[in-house]
């Protein structure tokens, strides 16, 4: 399996390092938006071909599936531009910031018929899949989800501190992780709300946000998001159940009592994004349909667009 991966910032390495641990995976080229740091890059990974031309990469022979690790406003036309050239895709999270590039990408995978998988990375985290397996197995449900996605990020930069050629969102990138897990763990969301704080000045994007979810199943989830905590950072999902309380950070799971759960043999691995290429590799391989396609996540974004219309 030939894998290009466009993006060579913080989330580009982290596919990268996970990349390397499935058998029978090559990364071929690399793109990013410079060309010097994207040929380090490719040096440090033994990636043979660099370029800042995503066109011309996408002419190779020697792909057959991209991962798009890029800024969220490309996402949407990357995709296409992908299935377009016959290459499966993985795009991280978000697929897009709106409804209409996300309905344009799922009309291009039934057309192509090609695998096309978004980065819902909360699907694959082990304590995550922990869960799910015990809601699957029937003795689990949950009552309410409570969860908090802080992150101090008053300038434009991303995970490594560096500063960023494109604008976050705590709509339709943070809060969709949640939003579709907490789909994927209740059932189908039937109501949500949200409010927002004031507009950043210079970033035009609002730095705190709540979101209200209620799922068929009757289970509702309270989410608040900002990027003005000044630590501790990261997402903190709180499981309330009919007989359990979990605490997930990431790859990790206690009991409401704070006791480790030994998450180690939910499945090959610790890391949550190396799991999610290995579906998408394994879909490839086995011409099936992968967790987290798009098809699976488009009811998440269709919430995200509806709260986005109430915050205007």
């Given at each position: 399996m030939r894998i290009a991966l466009a993006?060579?910032?913080?989330?580009?390495e982290k596919h990268l390092d996970g990349l390397k641990n499935i058998d029978g995976?090559?990364?071929t080229a690399l793109v990013g938006r410079t060309l010097e740091p994207t040929r380090a890059m490719a040096d440090k990974y033994g990636v043979g071909f660099a370029t800042t031309d995503y066109d011309e990469m996408l002419a190779r022979e020697?792909?057959?599936a991209v991962i798009l690790a890029t800024p969220t406003q490309m996402h949407a036309a990357q995709s296409i531009a992908a299935m377009d050239a016959g290459k499966h895709v993985e795009v991280e999270i978000p697929l897009a910031d709106s409804w209409a590039d996300c309905e344009a990408v799922m009309a291009k995978q039934k057309e192509t018929g090609l695998v096309c998988m978004v980065g819902h990375t909360r699907r694959?985290?082990?304590s995550h899949q922990y869960v799910h397996n015990r809601i699957k197995a029937g003795d689990y449900n949950i009552q309410q989800m409570d969860?908090?996605?802080?992150f101090f990020r008053r300038k434009n930069i991303n995970a490594k501190g560096q500063a960023r050629s494109w604008t976050d969102h705590l709509l339709w990138h943070h809060a969709a992780h949640t939003v579709d897990l907490f789909a994927y763990q209740a059932g189908p969301i039937i109501q949500a709300n949200a409010i927002q704080g004031p507009i950043h000045p210079e970033l035009g994007i609002a730095m705190d946000m709540s979101i209200q979810l209620k799922a068929q199943s009757g289970a509702i989830c309270t989410l608040s998001l900002s990027f003005n905590n000044d630590g501790p950072l990261g997402t903190f999902f709180r499981y309330i159940g009919d007989n359990e309380t979990y605490i997930a950070r990431y790859d990790d799971l206690v009991n409401g009592k704070e006791e480790v759960i030994d998450v180690s043999k939910v499945d090959v691995s610790m890391n949550g994004i190396e799991l999610q290429d290995r579906e998408f590799i394994a879909a490839i391989r086995e011409g099936r349909e992968p967790n987290s396609s798009v098809a699976q996540v488009l009811p998440c974004y269709k919430v995200l667009h509806d709260l986005e219309q109430q915050l205007g």
């Open positions: 993006g060579g910032g913080a989330f580009g995976v090559e990364v020697d792909v057959d694959f985290n082990p969860v908090q996605t802080y």
